[in-house]
């Protein structure tokens, strides 16, 4: 997947924002203030932070060498994925699962709203 393509995926969910937080280099998606991917969409290799449940991510690390730990994040609940070590397929799913985990730690009424109860 191309920088182009992953800046888009991101920002094709309901309320996504992309902000510069960490400086002009690094691309902080968000939803509703709650950040669910970071990228450095120059960055050679391409990697992406992505949320991620505990127990999958330890599936996901151990099944997918280019998953690991996420790089200044908590390592537990964040994963840092090289784009081109997994198929796009995969990539998608995992950029959707953390959309979806921050969305639901979000109030009922704001998740409503995002059409995620």
Do not use: Q
């Not at 510069?20 to 932070?49: C, H, Q, W, Y």
């Not at 060498?65 to 998608?92: C, E, F, Y």
Request: net charge neutral; charged share 30%.
């Amino acid at each position: 997947m191309t920088p182009e393509r992953l800046r888009a995926f991101c920002l094709e969910f309901n309320a996504s924002v992309e902000e510069f937080p960490f400086g002009p280099e690094n691309s902080v998606f968000k939803v509703l203030g709650k950040m669910f991917a970071l990228t450095a969409l120059d960055g050679r290799p391409l990697t992406i932070n992505l949320k991620c449940d505990p127990d999958e991510a330890i599936r996901l690390r151990e099944t997918h060498p280019a998953i690991v730990p996420g790089w200044h994040m908590n390592k537990r609940h964040w994963s840092t994925v090289t784009v081109s070590g997994v198929p796009d397929r995969l990539l998608r799913e995992l950029v959707e699962d953390s959309y979806d985990l921050v969305v639901a730690g979000l109030p009922k009424a704001e998740r409503l709203r995002l059409d995620r109860p």
